[in-house]
């Protein structure tokens, strides 16, 4: 559904060109890490996607959140060298838009679905 769209493949490879931006090693000693910051930001955008269509049925909510379980491993497959390292501010934000964009094709799936 979302992992298989147009729409994905358009955002992997968009974070692809993106990807030296993970070179950079954060100086901060924060213990969150990339790992942390994506999961919560998936997570919390998900409920986001739940509390705006609250009528989903079970079975579909289940799919999307299966869909969302595709895209961290994605992204930990694709980041797998900056995976445990804490994020720098400007790798955050990278990683807020991004999962933005991620949020906006699941609320396309959604309006399909419906």
């Given at each position: 559904?979302?992992?298989?769209?147009?729409?994905?493949?358009?955002?992997?490879?968009?974070?692809?060109?993106?990807?030296?931006l993970f070179e950079t090693v954060s100086s901060d000693?924060?213990?969150d890490t990339v790992e942390d910051v994506v999961t919560d930001m998936i997570a919390?955008?998900?409920?986001?996607?739940f509390s705006q269509n609250p009528d989903?049925?079970?079975?579909?909510?289940?799919?999307l959140m299966r869909e969302a379980d595709?895209?961290?491993?994605?992204?930990?497959?694709?980041?797998?060298?900056a995976?445990?390292?804490?994020?720098?501010?400007?790798?955050v934000t990278f990683l807020e838009d991004y999962i933005g964009l991620v949020k906006n094709l699941f609320d396309s799936a959604i309006g399909l679905h419906n």
């Open positions: 559904m979302v992992v298989e769209s147009e729409g994905y493949h358009a955002l992997i490879e968009y974070f692809t060109e993106h990807l030296s000693v924060s213990t919390t955008n998900l409920m986001v996607v989903l049925e079970s079975d579909f909510r289940f799919m595709a895209v961290v491993d994605d992204l930990s497959e694709v980041l797998a060298g995976w445990r390292r804490c994020p720098t501010n400007e790798q």
